[in-house]
């Protein structure tokens, strides 16, 4: 109420009138105020005699959306992307909000931080999902809602920990300090204590007991079932009560075990064999066993090289104490590798424990027990061996040790036991042994490895070998126009600008001059055209040529007429003028192909073509095809120094 | 918390984990099948060698890059990092010792009363977290030594040291 008194008369008495939006002294009627803004529902009355108010609905992040006009509009293309994510981050978390009966003030600070998460990149790399459950559970920790992580996990069926992980990655980032929820974790603990002590102390029944009980049903198939279907169904398999089952699996465990101990038993047999004969070798001296040993060494068969080996396993270190000792050592350990191996085998296939087993009274071994064999007694000579493998090393008179210390890196022996780390290494036999082992244990991998090698000499050969999976980076071209127009509509065709924009009308404008612009040789599907009746496609197909016109008319005709009505940039465009067919504004929206080579057209322009222009340009368009066509006026690209091309002119179209 | 005079304390030290380079490419392959004490995990690309003596488990990798770990001391973390690079020279490989670091120590203290977490936590608001659904212990973080001690509500107090690692692998 600015005007109070008039300045005409000096009355006070003003009458505002709302609905013309006008100020009027009643003393003197002179008007003081015209066009007032006012902000009044305004109703319209619709077909059917039905009153509709005017206006429009603007969202709730309208301003962050709406683009542009003008100069700015090249940053809202970016914009566009990120009020997608906000839109569809808002939305789950309204999904996940109701389902925790979150008010909608929660929700709205929950979206506030979901701003902010994204405003500092914080979702890159992480599911939306974690994201906006760490963002709600935030709204909930900071707002001391009864909500826990485990509720928020529950419904979205992810790890606890993993959204743990998120959510106390966001607080840190976003310094949020979120009270301590643990009293309601305590308090909730305490409560499910308490049920379970009241039952108890209904039933008379221990918590071990209720706890076993729980676990056993869960086995049974009724758990299972939903309560609904609880309610319903009633199973027909009848389930054996828990302490049979437990019963049963007892009695296999100790016909699994009694199995078991049989074998050792045979295998301790022959160990212990083992372990008479090479006491009884420990007698001999030492280069007589290997002689010994180099006769046994020639042995093929592998059950009697094996036998051999642990004959003459003997030369041992000098003190014999030592040699019980580590013997007991390497027996224990590898009595159990022979479990091991045995049980390996078991789960394999019997036939391990078959060869063991047959192993004892005749050397013949059946095929499958000769490796088994081998490999389980194995370990037993390497260990006992292995002062053979000294003397073998002492032999060879190796002369590692001088080397590896030198240089940079000098190993410090103090303290170090060469004998013990001797010990570690195994001779050639073991490590035949040991690989074979190896090579079945790890057949699946080896294989797996040997056809990818296959498949990438294959590939090679074929020439589609890629090194590695490449992220084939866009590498747009530079667009090659012959017009500003060609290449703002190649350009439009690359980027796959919005769906927003009316390129009908676009090159209605283009093409006003008359004789309209050809380029447009494809219709693209980016731009979710209106699919035009297929006579506006045929002409679209139409390479260039066509309206490539009249250059000089079309920037004089469009020039004058368009350039009061559009911004500089369109004018640019205009003034290249690669005039598009003259489509009526429902056409389709047709996207330039410059690279497609020019061609006659292929059908003559369909009623909607106004060929205003003549028809004699078409061939000279033809024959300037390729060329770079110089015009008159400057083109868009050297107007506008390369960047925006005609994007806002679009905008302006839309409305 | 004063510095209790009276009870001694016993922090002890449960695990040492050092890093080193061999300094020279090393055949997995080979070290697998020919040592007694390995693991050979080639989806992982690295063999396990687990020695007896110091009790200690080295994960090495083809590249020469060894990590040990299960140590008690530091000086036993040292002696079996030597004791595996001499190994390894018997294998055949031109080894050298080269840059031996401690990476990490883990100790455990125990207190002869109990710790209210939810108080504690409170009292040291940004530099502990507490989050029972996540994880039962306090987690305090010291940034200047870089340590990070988890506290629990039994008086049990265990204390992770990490000396600064970023890029070893």
Redesign the interface.
């Given at each position: 109420m600015t005007s109070r008194i008039c300045k005409n008369c000096g009355c006070s008495e003003i009458d505002l009138d709302q609905a013309r939006g006008n100020a009027v002294c009643t003393n003197c009627g002179s008007v003081l105020e015209d066009n007032i803004i006012v902000s009044e529902v305004q109703f319209v009355e619709g077909s059917g005699g039905i009153s509709s108010a005017v206006g429009q609905f603007v969202s709730a992040d309208g301003p962050v959306k709406a683009p542009v006009l003008g100069t700015g509009f090249h940053t809202s293309l970016g914009k566009e992307s990120r009020a997608q994510t906000l839109q569809n981050g808002k939305r789950q978390i309204h999904n996940l909000g109701s389902q925790l009966q979150l008010n909608q003030h929660c929700l709205d600070t929950a979206f506030n931080f979901f701003k902010m998460v994204v405003s500092k990149h914080l979702t890159r790399g992480r599911k939306m999902a974690h994201v906006i459950a760490a963002c709600l559970y935030l709204v909930c920790r900071t707002e001391g809602t009864p909500h826990?992580?485990?509720d928020l996990s529950d419904l979205l069926q992810v790890n606890?920990?993993i959204l743990?992980k998120t959510f106390?990655l966001l607080a840190r980032e976003l310094c949020i300090?979120s009270p301590?929820?643990?009293?309601l974790?305590?308090a909730r603990m305490h409560e499910f204590r308490r049920t379970v002590k009241d039952v108890i102390g209904v039933v008379k029944v221990c918590e071990a007991t209720l706890r076993k009980r729980l676990t056993e049903f869960e086995d049974t198939p009724t758990s299972q079932l939903t309560i609904d279907e609880f309610m319903r169904v009633d199973l027909e398999q009848e389930c054996d009560p828990p302490s049979f089952t437990a019963g049963q699996r007892k009695v296999k465990m100790q016909a699994l075990e009694q199995e078991l101990a049989k074998k050792l038993d045979e295998v301790q047999g022959e160990i212990s064999l083992y372990r008479d004969e090479i006491e009884t070798e420990l007698e001999n001296s030492r280069p007589k066993l290997r002689g010994i040993y180099a006769a046994y060494a020639k042995e093929i068969d592998p059950l009697d090289e094996v036998l051999s080996q642990a004959s003459c396993s003997s030369p041992r270190e000098v003190d014999p104490e030592e040699d019980e000792e580590l013997e007991a050592v390497a027996q224990h350990l590898n009595q159990d590798f022979l479990c091991q191996v045995i049980q390996g085998e078991q789960q394999g296939d019997e036939r391990g424990g078959e060869g063991v087993t047959e192993e004892a009274p005749p050397p013949h071994p059946p095929p499958r027990g000769g490796p088994s064999l081998a490999s389980i007694l194995g370990?037993l000579p390497?260990a006992a061996s292995l002062g053979l493998s000294e003397s073998i090393h002492e032999c060879i008179a190796e002369d590692?040790d001088s080397?590896?210390k030198s240089?940079?890196?000098?190993?410090?022996?103090d303290?170090?036991d060469?004998n013990?780390?001797?010990?570690?290494?195994?001779n050639d036999k073991e490590?035949r042994v040991?690989?074979a082992l190896?090579m079945k244990q790890?057949e699946e991998?080896l294989r797996e490895?040997k056809e990818k090698e296959e498949r990438i000499t294959k590939e090679k050969e074929q020439g589609t070998y890629k090194e590695k999976p490449k992220k084939t980076s866009k590498k747009r071209e530079p667009i090659r126009a012959s017009t500003a127009g060609e290449a703002i509509e190649k350009m439009l065709e690359q980027k796959k600008i919005s769906s927003k924009i009316n390129y009908d009308v676009l090159r209605d404008l283009n093409s006003k001059g008359g004789s309209g612009n050809s380029s447009p040789a494809q219709p693209t599907s980016t731009e979710e055209p209106p699919s035009g009746p297929p006579g506006r496609k045929r002409l679209t197909r139409r390479k260039k040529q066509p309206n490539k016109t009249n250059m000089g008319l079309a920037t004089t005709i469009m020039g004058k007429r368009l350039r009061p009505l559009i911004s500089s940039a369109t004018k640019k465009k205009r003034a290249a003028s690669q005039v598009t067919p003259n489509l009526t504004p429902a056409a389709t929206p047709v996207l330039p192909n410059l690279s497609s080579p020019p061609s006659p057209n292929p059908a003559p322009p369909g009623p909607t073509m106004v060929e205003s222009g003549p028809v004699a340009y078409d061939e000279v368009a033809e024959d300037e095809e390729e060329e770079e066509v110089e015009e008159p006026c400057v083109s868009a690209l050297q107007l506008l120094g390369g960047n925006e091309y005609g994007c806002e002119a679009e905008e302006e179209e839309v409305f | 918390m004063e510095p209790s005079n009276d009870v001694a304390l016993d922090i002890i030290i449960t695990n040492v984990v050092a890093v080193f380079r061999t300094r020279c490419h090393l055949n997995l392959r080979t070290i697998a099948l020919e040592g007694v004490n390995v693991i050979y995990k080639p989806e992982y690309g690295k063999v396990l060698m687990k020695l007896r003596k110091p009790r200690i488990t080295a994960s090495i990798w083809s590249s020469g890059k060894i990590i040990c770990t299960g140590a008690t001391s530091e000086d036993e973390a040292k002696q079996g990092a030597r004791r595996l690079a001499r190994t390894l020279q018997k294998l055949g490989f031109k080894v050298r010792f080269s840059e031996f670091k401690v990476v990490n120590v883990l100790a455990v203290c125990s207190m002869p009363f109990a710790i209210r977490l939810i108080d504690f936590t409170k009292n040291n608001r940004p530099i502990a977290s507490y989050e029972p659904e996540l994880h039962p212990a306090a987690t305090y973080r010291i940034k200047t030594l870089k340590a990070t001690v988890q506290v629990f509500s039994t008086g049990i107090i265990c204390s992770i040291q990490i000396t600064g690692i970023t890029k070893f692998l």
């Open positions: 826990m992580l485990l606890v920990y743990g106390l300090n301590a929820i643990a009293l974790v305590a370990p390497s590692k080397d590896g240089g940079s890196g000098e190993l410090d022996l303290g170090i060469d013990e780390i001797e010990r570690y290494i195994l490590v040991k690989t190896w790890n991998y490895q | -």
